[in-house]
């Protein structure tokens, strides 16, 4: 296992609407990416008229967390499917709070 290489599990950019589209990636690494007990190194990002307003990441050092504009909140990883399913309620929060479709 030490000598894995970080391998991409998902690399999807989708247009949800005009000025708004979402990227979603996901790698699986060696060993845990510093702050975190997962194999997996993520960023989804929501980008609403060239401004990221959403993101879930987990960057080194700061463990599993996300940004909701401003806000930045830890939150608790429970496995890809979830994280995913997170993500896409969080949009859904964000286009109802801004009236957006």
Excluded at 1 to 10: G, P, V
Aim: with cysteine; glycine share 6%.
């Amino acid at each position: 296992m030490h000598n894995m290489k970080a391998r991409s599990i998902l690399n999807r950019r989708e247009v949800v609407a005009e000025g708004r589209f979402f990227h979603v990636v996901v790698w699986r690494v060696p060993t845990p990416v510093l702050g975190c007990t997962h194999p997996y190194k993520y960023r989804l990002a929501y980008v609403v008229d060239d401004v990221c307003v959403l993101r879930f990441d987990n960057e080194r050092g700061r463990g599993d967390h996300w940004h909701y504009g401003a806000d930045v909140q830890p939150f608790a990883f429970q496995g890809l499917e979830q994280l995913l399913v997170d993500f896409e309620k969080a949009m859904k929060r964000w286009n109802d709070e801004h009236g957006l479709d």
